[in-house]
């Protein structure tokens, strides 16, 4: 017999917490925050994504905020269509967020979740520079660029 308080499956202890309603998992949200990111560096729009996994562009919004958690199975069809191992979601998480404490810490904690926001690197503008910048044919001309580019960002140096 299953005891009672280990929330089943053989386990004995306690049951573990669960974040309250309306709480993102920290993990959730990483995943999707990479998902985001992905999606956006290829040039794929919320709907396009949707389309390719037969899914409403809304689906893929509460994806990419952690608002629905994203099943294995539709893990593995977006690392397929985004061209990416299905560790590249978890790529990158905070080492507080990997066990199931930390998680629970961090989803209760407000000022944490900001640390969650996707990074100046997810923004549009940086992407589409990113995205415009490898399509420059040219190794020569995108070299030029990238210098041209590091000498603007230090004027004072």
């Known amino acids: 017999m299953t005891d009672p308080t280990s929330g089943g499956g053989g386990r004995t202890g306690r049951r573990r917490k669960r974040l309250p309603p309306g709480v993102s998992n920290p993990v959730d949200v990483h995943v999707g925050n990479r998902l985001r990111f992905r999606r956006t560096i290829l040039g794929f729009s919320q709907e396009r994504l949707g389309d390719e996994v037969g899914l409403t ?6 994806y990419e905020r952690g608002a629905n958690r994203i099943g294995a199975s539709r893990l ?28 629970m810490d961090w989803g209760l904690a407000d000022q944490r979740q900001d640390e969650l926001a996707p990074s100046p690197m997810a923004r549009r503008e940086t992407l589409e520079l990113v995205r415009a910048y490898f399509r420059i044919e040219d190794p020569t001309v995108r070299q ?7 000498l603007l960002a230090r004027p004072n140096e």
């Open 76 to 103: 593995y069809q977006f690392s397929q269509i985004l061209g990416v191992p299905v560790s590249y979601f978890f790529d990158e998480m905070p080492d507080e967020i990997r066990s199931h404490e930390g998680q």
């Open 144 to 150: 030029c660029l990238f210098d041209l580019t590091k």
């Open 57 to 62: 562009f809304q689906q893929i919004q509460k």
